[in-house]
């Protein structure tokens, strides 16, 4: 059974930094193409980040140089380190792993970045 489980949200301040992990199980991750995405109360679900099974990246233009995704091969994760949060990151965070017709999500941990 695939899995994935995020974890690392939280209440931080303007400002700040969080570091989301998605740990998975029942994949082998190498092989996938992983990426965060987020969705905030009454928008839709949008890209953050992703990389490919090698060490290819893309990012959303808001990202700005702000965070950077990671994956660990011997441990089956992917990170996303967050800086420079604003208030508008605030949303939930979302695991998504793809390959080929296979496409999975977890649950989704919860970014809250207010003063």
């Known amino acids: 059974q695939v899995q994935l489980v995020e974890s690392g949200g939280g209440l931080v301040q303007p400002g700040g930094s969080l570091r989301l992990s998605c740990t998975t199980s029942g994949i082998y991750t190498e092989f996938y193409f992983m990426g965060w995405y987020r969705q905030a109360p009454g928008k839709q679900r949008e890209l953050v980040a992703n990389?490919?099974?090698?060490?290819?990246?893309k990012y959303a233009e808001f990202v700005n140089g702000r965070f950077e995704i990671s994956r660990d091969y011997a441990r089956n994760t992917v990170y996303l380190q967050m800086n420079s949060l604003k208030p508008e990151d605030t949303a939930v965070y979302y695991c998504?792993?793809?390959?080929?017709?296979?496409?999975?999500w977890g649950q989704g941990t919860q970014v809250t970045v207010s003063s």
């Open positions: 990389i490919t099974s090698g060490v290819g990246t």
């Open positions: 998504n792993a793809k390959y080929g017709v296979a496409n999975h």
